[in-house]
């Protein structure tokens, strides 16, 4: 029923610039903490960004200074704002939230992906 859909990724020189957008849909109740991963192939799904409900952020070294992760909870919605991009950002990148659905059962849901690469 909770689905996360994520759109932005693409294809972007390096210097450039995404925004990434993850919206939750279904029988939502509340939204606690949002976060966007990455994985590129043959490694681990790592954590890029995170933000509570209250707009705490958190991001990994790599990416500090370039990528700014916000959310608006009137739409249910993260952000990821990606700025001088490198190719080493070059990943699936991931949207993550922790969901208390019409169940009442909180869960960590998962969107799809977005290919995001940096490239000449």
């Known amino acids: 029923q909770v689905q996360l859909m994520e759109s932005g990724g693409g294809l972007v020189q390096p210097g450039g610039s995404l925004r990434l957008s993850c919206a939750a849909s279904?029988?939502?109740?509340?939204?606690?903490?949002m976060g966007w991963y990455r994985q590129a192939p043959g490694k681990q799904r790592d954590l890029v960004a995170a933000?509570?409900?209250?707009?705490?952020?958190n991001y990994a070294d790599a990416v500090k200074g370039r990528f700014t992760i916000s959310r608006d909870n009137a739409k249910n919605t993260v952000y990821l704002q990606m700025n001088s991009l490198k190719p080493e950002d070059t990943a699936v990148y991931y949207c993550?939230?922790?969901?208390?659905?019409?169940?009442?059962?909180?869960?960590?849901?998962w969107g799809q992906g977005t290919q995001v690469t940096v490239s000449s």
């Open positions: 933000i509570t409900r209250g707009g705490s952020r």
């Open positions: 993550n939230a922790e969901i208390l659905p019409g169940a009442l059962l909180w869960n960590k849901y």
């Open positions: 279904g029988s939502i109740r509340s939204i606690d903490d």
